[in-house]
């Protein structure tokens, strides 16, 4: 089986993408199913149209200076042509104000959204019958929760799982999503809301859980190819 070509975006996080980025790499390579180069340039590695084109999936662990028009446009142009998108965790707190960057991403960490303590919680799939979920267990997870994301210029999300964010932890008192899928014109988004790395901290707990790491690798997948054999 031919593998995935995949253009993993880092370099800038107000996380610590020194840690996140190659655990990611590791565990996308690992499965056989991808073939990942990475870049810490991606609004310069964006303005290459024809380079971008040789990927299937785009998987975003940057939160960072914008891009250049070049890049945006290219990019914009390239989820909408197909290209399946990734975006993990502070990822959702990029570029407010790019309305297509919004669409894309459907619920994002804007003004009002917030996190309690990082802490262990379960997560709940609330869609069992998808490729990505179908057969796989709840589990729990040591993490930051997102709440209260912003949902955004009226995008259709299909929650595939959320998280009790519990009171006493600082959070809501209620289920908060986690997975989460939308469509940017041809483009299938996966939003990976988990995958806390603290600046500085080399505390990789959140990636080891085997949840994530199944989930993460399953979403790649079907946003890349409509299919999931993982």
Same mark, same amino acid.
């Given at each position: 089986?031919?593998?995935?070509?995949?253009?993993l975006?880092?370099?800038?996080? =107000?996380?610590?993408? #020194?840690?996140?980025?190659?655990?990611?790499?590791?565990?996308?390579?690992?499965?056989?199913?991808?073939?990942?180069?990475?870049t810490? /340039?991606?609004? *310069?590695? !964006?303005?290459? $149209?024809? $380079?971008?084109?040789?990927?299937?999936?785009?998987?975003m662990?940057?939160?960072?200076? +914008?891009?250049?028009? $070049?890049?945006?446009?290219?990019?914009?142009?390239? %989820?909408?042509?197909g290209?399946?998108?990734?975006?993990?965790?502070?990822?959702? =707190?990029?570029?407010?104000?790019?309305?297509?960057?919004? #669409?894309?991403?459907?619920?994002?960490?804007?003004?009002?959204?917030?996190?309690?303590?990082?802490? +262990?919680?379960?997560?709940?799939? %609330?869609?069992r019958?998808?490729?990505?979920?179908?057969?796989?267990? /709840?589990?729990?997870?040591?993490?930051? !929760?997102?709440h #209260?994301?912003?949902?955004?210029?009226?995008?259709?999300?299909h929650?595939?799982?959320?998280?009790?964010?519990?009171? +006493?932890?600082?959070?809501?008192?209620?289920?908060?999503?986690?997975?989460?899928?939308?469509?940017?014109?041809k483009? *299938?988004?996966?939003h990976?809301?988990?995958?806390?790395?603290?600046?500085?901290?080399?505390? !990789?707990?959140?990636? +080891?859980? /085997?949840?994530? *790491? *199944?989930?993460?690798?399953?979403?790649?997948?079907? %946003?890349?190819t409509? #299919?999931?054999?993982?």
């Open positions: 089986m031919q593998k995935i070509g995949t253009l975006l880092s370099g800038a996080n =107000n996380h610590d993408w #020194k840690y996140s980025t190659p655990v990611i790499r590791a565990q996308l390579e690992a499965s056989g199913r991808f073939e990942v180069a990475v810490e /340039d991606p609004s *310069r590695t !964006l303005e290459d $149209a024809q $380079a971008l084109a040789s990927y299937s999936l785009i998987f662990d940057y939160n960072g200076p +914008e891009w250049s028009p $070049a890049a945006k446009t290219n990019f914009e142009a390239a %989820v909408a042509g290209t399946g998108l990734v975006v993990m965790h502070a990822a959702d =707190n990029a570029f407010p104000g790019w309305v297509e960057f919004e #669409k894309m991403v459907g619920l994002l960490w804007r003004e009002g959204a917030s996190h309690g303590q990082f802490h +262990e919680f379960p997560v709940t799939f %609330v869609d019958e998808h490729p990505i979920t179908k057969g796989l267990p /709840d589990y729990r997870q040591t993490d930051e !929760l997102y #209260k994301l912003v949902h955004m210029h009226g995008v259709k999300c929650v595939l799982a959320t998280g009790y964010s519990a009171v +006493e932890t600082g959070g809501t008192g209620r289920q908060e999503p986690i997975h989460v899928l939308t469509q940017y014109g483009g *299938r988004v996966f990976q809301v988990l995958g806390h790395v603290g600046p500085g901290n080399p505390n !990789l707990i959140a990636f +080891e859980s /085997d949840g994530f *790491r *199944r989930v993460t690798l399953r979403a790649c997948e079907f %946003v890349a409509g #299919k999931v054999t993982l």
